[in-house]
């Protein structure tokens, strides 16, 4: 009769098998950890206001990544232990089965939390992105005038108006480059022409990331806007609408609101 208790060239293609599925199963866990590590990258391109999402809720995708890298990686070191652990049972004829697998239980118990952590972390993230989205259609939905240019009436006279945008520009940081007096350049050449005023203003920090994603729009910034009186004596404030500019220069829709801040500029300038 043959020795049931003698370890057989299929039981040791078994545990081989095992220890290969031990290596899938870690180069799964390392393909999985690369590609969740890059979800904040997949997050922030179909983020569509980037303000609202801070950069703290993206590099969490980077952390559980990272941990389900790390686990795959143990997860293979550790079958490679339990394999010649097996190799050396079956030499010695030793029971294999007398106790559950602490490596496949410890696996389950990982992933588990680490699902259960990306589910609340993709939860909390959602409302957010979902309010981001409704704040750029907002901006992206207004009309655009056939010529690109908004004009808004001012309650005050162009001095005025370009003092009151001045201020306003002063208490919100934003640098005031020049004001082109396009009226008195006129008086000094010998002609006239009604008060215009242009100011040329913008914040690096604003404009840098417009310019890099789209280099031509260089041509319309720094932002400008137009203070100006007609024929019959009635203040104009004039600017490029943003969506004007966001589709002259294909612009992404989450630097949209480096450009609308113009409006908002325009209507406290007209109160």
Known sequence: MPDDSKATPRDFLAVERTFLAWIRTGLALMGLGFVLARFGIFLRQLNLNHPGLSSQSFGLSLWFGTALILLGVLVCLLSLVRYRRLLQQLQQSEALLSRPSALAMTAALVLAILGVAMAIYLISVRPIAQNNSSKSQEISMAPIPDNGIVRTPS?????????????????????????????????????????????????????????????????????????????????????????????????????????????????????
């Open 155 to 271: 309650k005050l006279s162009v001095d005025e108006t370009v003092a009151r945008l001045q201020s306003i520009l002063q208490s919100k940081g934003v640098k005031l480059f020049t004001i082109v007096d396009h009226s008195g350049e006129a008086a000094s050449a010998g002609l006239k022409m009604p008060n215009t005023k242009l100011l040329i203003f913008g914040n690096p920090k604003a404009g840098t990331p417009l310019m890099l994603a789209s280099p031509s729009v260089a041509l319309d910034l720094p932002l400008k806007i137009l203070v100006a009186e007609d024929a019959a004596g009635k203040v104009w404030i004039s600017y490029n609408a943003p969506a004007y500019l966001h589709a002259r220069h294909h612009l992404p829709p989450d630097l949209l609101p480096n450009i609308a801040v113009i409006e908002t500029l325009a209507a406290k300038a007209a109160e």
